[in-house]
């Protein structure tokens, strides 16, 4: 983090110079793997973090933009990155929302026209893309079982939210 202090006291400054990255957001910044999960609660600056992350990959590990994808659970949110990452930025990558996502998926993966109503087809269609792709890579089978077990404490209901959120991402989830 020392080393890139300039950089990353600056990767948004043409967007807004009021931006000021905390430690957090820096650390997901320069994490170094192949995805990368931002969980945190609202008004924590996600957008912003996973702005900076794309700029990052792009300028400092050569990633071309066509290579990333960034996906979200809303419109909104999808909305916004493609505002800060696409428009602000200049930096063409694919953003989309889950949903989009896993249809794009589905018509990559099937050969015939699938039919969104039809379950049982798309439940095979799944399976087979999770046994062939997703489960060989331990990695990303952790990332998600990370993520799903997250949500064993949902819904949560106190005043901390932004605290709640910052110790799911850091609990160890190994072993449910």
């Known amino acids: 983090m020392a080393e890139?202090?300039?950089y990353l006291d600056n990767i948004l400054r043409d967007v807004d110079p009021q931006i000021k990255?905390?430690?957090d957001q820096?650390?997901?910044i320069l994490t170094d793997e192949d995805y990368c999960l931002v969980i945190a609660g609202a008004g924590a600056e996600k957008t912003t973090t996973v702005a900076a992350k794309v700029k990052y990959l792009v300028e400092k590990k050569g990633i071309e933009p066509s290579q990333i994808l960034v996906v979200s659970f809303t419109n909104k949110a999808v909305r916004e990155?493609?505002?800060k990452i696409n428009k602000e930025l200049a930096i063409d990558c694919h953003i989309a929302t889950f949903n989009s996502t896993g249809n794009a998926i589905l018509r990559k993966q099937s050969s015939e026209k699938l039919n969104i109503v039809d379950s049982s087809k798309l439940y095979f269609v799944l399976q087979d893309y999770f046994k062939s792709s997703v489960l060989k890579n331990?990695?990303?089978?952790?990332?998600l079982i990370l993520f799903f077990t997250s949500y064993f404490d949902a819904p949560y209901e106190g005043k901390e939210l932004n605290s709640f959120f910052n110790k799911i991402a850091k609990s160890n989830f190994s072993t449910k």
Do not use: C, H, K, P
């Open 4 to 6: 890139e202090q300039f």
């Open 21 to 23: 990255l905390d430690e």
């Open 26 to 28: 820096r650390q997901v």
């Open 81 to 83: 990155l493609r505002d």
């Open 138 to 143: 331990e990695s990303l089978v952790n990332n």
